[in-house]
């Protein structure tokens, strides 16, 4: 709240001769980065439920003419007959005068008490059912975008810092409203900055009296000075009137050539004729055309419409933030780790979600990714903080970027352990599962620690847990089909944990899981910010009690990535949809603190009918599949572009023959040109190679697509490069079928180690075969799989098929293949949800490397055009959907008929492998790496 201007004498001319600037001006002064400094006056919160002087005053009224008559000031009874009467009959009020003029005697005769003012200021300043107006909220995005850095306010209200709590904007927001608060003022804020120009209601220093507000804090004008002298400075919502603010902080300046920056003085559309207070016409005519007025429709309008939004479509950047200073009390996830090294960034995971992040959030982004805007994101969303004259990672970066964090920070996992009968756990984690003792007699015990970056713990949990969440057919009028749980509530509690935990805390999340419940418990209980909001109240019963949501933030830089990358979503609390979603599915839940508030306990109880079968009112449906995986790997970072040069030659076998001896790539000759994803501009400059340099030209990937026959070129390009990349897998390629598999070693069987779900599986990926009647090896069975690249609409995947191969040397000769491949498909089709889902994530691990997240196609260490290569980024998980799967109900016969079907394809197998041999390999072709010739 400002002070009122004392008297309408005081008030100035018209604008006259003042200079008219525009919010396109105010703009410019953002994107240029000059970082304004912006002064907010009682207007900007008007909208957010804060009222004007002259509202203030009968409130203030009302309040007192209640505290006089024993009446509580909440009794919607009392009306302003009771007491506007009482308030014109105090010696001080003046009817000749508008009521805003009488703000400070109001203030000093009926407020005289320091905790009755803070008492009512307090309810004033906090309306509990208006959230901060939309021209705040936006102010939260333009301060993380570091557009702005230092904000002062002659008001006494939160709304500025209740609207950073709620989305999380900026990560950190320093408020300066007490001399003890000073010495975390900086002129070169590494963080944004709220100074109280009249202090706080909170600390009984709220400046509201005439004398009051004739003059500021010495110590806070001294500290100002140079911010005021070396910034532009945007006025909004202030009227000019104070003795205190207009004296030390403008008008003593301007006399010394001050403001050479500008002064920006915001004023209503229908306000811009005048008449302004003296002493904004005082200071206009001193610092002359550094004075500008600028017409504006209102706060909300300007801060959302006329600059974010705005900026945002121009594509404005984000401002870097000096290395300046960084007051204490930083929140842990954004304290730099001295030590530590940026390096240690697993780059490629850090461009995807630092482009998935600007894309969500509406941010610029280049149309080519390089390393100065990685390097502008990290640091704008504190992954980077600066230690002396580096910037080294946070922990916040590290946890979400570093390959293993767990290395360094061991509390950084989650401890899973499901617990019950043997038959429960293998009928959810299958027959491979390792069962320990849980102490009583049928009760085993089931454990992983889950390791990795956040990401990847994340994910490791949603698959762990849609294992847990059956379906089952609920018998009613109609029956149908339900799960367990809501996946939509599993997936919230997980994220509650792993965003809000406390990692100072040298303990892991634990997750126990139970035949008819899903019990997280997280290190760290409620922060204070969250205790403030709930007060006395049981916490489930806050949350559920609360119009608006709960909102505090332990770790605002991991939440915001998540918020980011879309696995959380900041417009309501997660804890409220968990409840929802849980109560909708006929479930139960549980949460909050423990008694010491050390941890946060979620429990989520599965359907009674589930569970219940005394009632007989639900059967579980024993053999239906929970969930689905598809056998697609979605491509995250398609190649940028294509290099294409002249060629006289007709096919892919005339040209590769025409240029055997010379430098060049995997690619496809179409229509007079040779197309590429390898940069054949470096290659030429470097190597021996038929490119004339002045002939090479670029496109961009859908130009190429958008060719006639361009779709086709790009699907044998993108097939070279995973050729090259199983090639550095050791894996034996049939080309022309685009199938792979493992070849044998030095015994008659292979087995590969790789992790599986719960722990090391190892698999037979090569088996021999012998004779009916004798141990002859007749020929070998290879676990194999096909592949393809495919589009959907605007994706790209790589489509994996597991399959088998069969050869009579366990390497490169195949049994006759064109009898073999259906045999192959025959025996691919005996195989199953279960087999087929291992075989997929078999492969994928493989591929991948086992790598928690993306994962690049890699190229042979001896193969020297790799650094011409592009980037190519996949994801490790594939998709999955729960489903139905009760039409597949005869069970024990389709068992009976697979069975006798293998018998016969092993009797089929046989007789073709002592066929006699024929000249059948698997060489790869010779017009280029492995690309085919034609269509």
């Known amino acids: 709240m400002s002070q009122p201007s004392p008297s309408s004498s005081d008030a100035g001319s018209a604008s006259g001769s003042l ?105 004033l300043i906090n309306p509990s059912e208006i959230p901060p107006s939309r021209g ?36 950190r927001l320093v408020s300066i409203s007490t001399p003890a608060d000073y010495i975390m003022f900086s002129s070169v804020p590494q963080d944004p900055q709220l100074i109280f120009l009249h202090g706080s209601v909170k600390h009984y220093t709220d400046k509201n009296l005439t004398d009051e507000v004739q003059s500021l804090d010495g ?34 300046q301007a006399g010394s050539g001050g403001f050479l920056h500008g002064v920006y003085w915001c004023v209503l559309d229908n306000n811009v004729g005048g008449p302004f207070p003296l002493h904004v016409t005082k200071l206009a005519n001193q610092i002359g055309s550094n004075f500008q007025l600028v017409p504006i429709k209102g706060f909300d309008d300007l801060l959302e419409k006329d600059l974010l939004a705005s900026m945002t479509a121009a594509g404005a950047r984000p401002t870097r933030r000096p290395s300046g200073h960084s007051v204490a009390g930083m929140p842990a996830d954004m304290r730099p780790l001295e030590g530590f090294d940026v390096s240690g960034f697993e780059q490629s995971l850090l461009q995807a979600r630092l482009s998935q992040y600007a894309e969500k959030t509406d941010l610029w982004r280049p149309g ?30 590290w946890l979400l970027f570093a390959r293993n964090p767990s290395n360094e920070f061991k509390q950084a996992r989650v401890e899973f352990r499901a617990s019950g009968p043997g038959s429960w756990l293998q009928s959810r984690f299958g027959n491979d599962a390792e069962l320990e003792s849980g102490g009583q007699e049928g009760d085993f015990v089931v454990r992983r620690t889950i390791t990795g970056n956040l990401w990847s713990q994340l994910d490791t949990l949603i698959d762990l ?70 007060g006395d109240q049981p916490f489930q019963e806050a949350i559920a009690g609360r119009r608006s949501p709960i909102k505090g933030y332990r770790n605002p830089a991991i939440s915001d990535l ?56 639900a059967l579980p449906v024993a053999e239906e599949t929970v969930r689905f995986s598809t056998n697609l790997i979605s491509i995250t970072s398609m190649p940028d572009k294509v290099w294409h040069s002249g060629t006289s030659a007709s096919s892919n076998a005339s040209f590769y023959r025409s240029v055997r001896d010379l430098a060049v790539p995997p690619g496809h000759v179409n229509d007079g040109r040779f197309y590429t994803f390898y940069n054949l501009d470096q290659l030429a400059d470097a190597l021996v190679s038929p490119f004339d340099a002045g002939d090479i030209e670029t496109m961009s990937f859908s130009e190429l697509i958008a060719l006639p026959g361009g779709e086709a070129t790009a699907l044998k390009l993108l097939h070279e490069l995973v050729f090259e990349h199983l090639k550095t897998k050791g894996l034996q390629i049939e080309f022309d079928r685009r199938r792979a598999y493992f070849g044998r070693g030095d015994e008659p069987e292979l087995k590969v180690s790789y992790r599986g779900r719960l722990r090391k599986a190892t698999r037979t990926v090569v088996k021999a075969r012998t004779r009916r009647d004798s141990d002859d090896i007749v020929y070998y069975e290879h676990k194999a799989f096909s592949f393809s690249v495919m589009r959907f609409a605007d994706d790209w995947a790589l489509v994996i098929s597991p399959g088998y191969a069969f050869t009579r040397d366990g390497l490169r000769k195949p049994i006759n293949r064109e009898r073999t491949n259906i045999l192959s498909t025959r025996r691919a089709a005996r195989d199953f949800n279960p087999t087929v889902l291992q075989d997929v994530s078999f492969w994928l691990a493989v591929l991948s490397g086992e790598s928690d997240g993306l994962f690049a196609l890699e190229h042979r260490s001896d193969n020297d055009l790799a650094r011409f290569a592009p980037t190519v980024l996949l994801s490790p998980r594939p998709p999955t959907i729960s489903f139905n799967v009760s039409a597949f109900d005869e069970i024990s016969q389709r068992d009976q008929e697979i069975d006798e079907d293998l018998l016969k394809l092993d009797a089929e197998l046989e007789e073709l492998a002592l066929e006699p041999e024929e000249d059948e390999t698997n060489d790869e072709p010779l017009d280029t790496d492995g690309a085919d010739d034609g269509d």
């Open 219 to 252: 110590q806070l004008v001294d500290r100002l000075k140079p911010l005021l002298r070396d910034h532009p400075i945007i006025v909004i919502g202030y009227r000019g009137a104070e003795a205190s603010v207009m004296n030390d902080l403008f008008l003593a």
């Open 136 to 171: 705040y909220v936006a102010l939260t995005q333009i301060l993380h975008q570091g557009w702005i850095s230092t904000v002062l306010t002659t008001n006494f209200d939160q709304c500025l810092e209740r609207a950073a709590i709620q989305h999380n904007r900026p990560h």
């Open 19 to 123: 200079r008219i600037s525009s919010s396109g001006r105010l703009r410019s002064l953002l994107m240029g980065g000059h970082e304004p400094v912006l002064l907010l006056g009682a207007g900007t919160s008007i909208t957010s439920g804060i009222p004007a002087a002259d509202k203030t005053v009968e409130r203030v009224a009302r309040w007192a003419w209640c505290k006089e008559n024993g009446r509580h000031p909440s009794d919607m009874s009392i009306r302003r007959s009771d007491y506007w009467p009482w308030l014109t009959a105090q010696p001080w009020y003046k009817s000749n005068v508008d009521s805003a003029e009488l703000y400070p005697d109001a203030i000093d005769n009926l407020l005289g008490v320091k905790s009755d003012r803070r008492e009512f200021f307090e309810q």
């Open 465 to 534: 847990l849609a294992l847990v969440n059956f379906q089952f057919r609920l018998k009613a009028e109609v029956s149908r089909t339900v799960s367990a749980y809501n996946a939509i509530a599993i997936k919230e509690m997980i994220v509650n944990a792993i965003v809000h935990r406390d990692y100072d805390r040298d303990e892991a999340i634990q997750v126990e899981v139970q035949p008819r419940s899903i019990t997280v418990i997280s290190p760290g209980g409620l922060i204070a910010e969250i205790a403030a909001q709930v």
């Open 562 to 617: 998540f918020y980011g990358g879309g696995q959380m979503d900041r417009r309501g609390s997660g804890l409220s949809d968990m409840v929802l979603a849980t109560v909708n599915n006929n479930g139960s839940v549980a949460f909050g603190p423990s008694e010491d508030n050390r941890q946060f306990i979620v429990t989520i109880e599965a359907r009674p009918e589930a569970v219940d079968e005394i009632t007989n009112t």
């Open 368 to 397: 080519q990714i390089d390393a100065g805007w990685i390097e502008e994101m990290t640091d704008r969303l504190d992954l980077v903080r600066p230690i002396g004259a580096t910037k080294a990672p946070t922990l916040a970066g």
